[in-house]
């Protein structure tokens, strides 16, 4: 009994299972999209091995940040393919 009291006050000494809670705070959102937009994005999960469509998003949303700062900045967001060709990334605001 007293082990369940302390874990309700927060004051239990275990050590917690699983990734750490987030400080900021997270808003629920839900989202439509074409079911050929669906699929590409779970193509995309399964090619870089993200275990959530979630995860995968607030990635893709680090990179388009980053990409879009750039853009601001006067920078090109450009990649090189296995060949050295350069192909430049079309950044639109």
Do not use: C, N, W
């Amino acid at each position: 009994m007293e082990q369940r009291e302390a874990v309700a006050r927060g004051l239990d000494d275990r050590k917690s299972v699983g990734r750490p809670k987030s400080i900021e705070k997270s808003v629920k959102m839900q989202i439509t999209m074409p079911s050929t937009l669906a699929a590409k994005l779970d193509d995309i999960r399964l090619l870089t091995h993200h275990t959530s469509t979630p995860d995968l998003i607030r990635r893709a949303i680090v990179f388009y940040s980053a990409a879009i700062r750039q853009h601001q900045k006067g920078g090109r967001v450009i990649f090189q393919d296995p060949d050295g060709r350069e192909v430049e990334m079309s950044v639109t605001i």
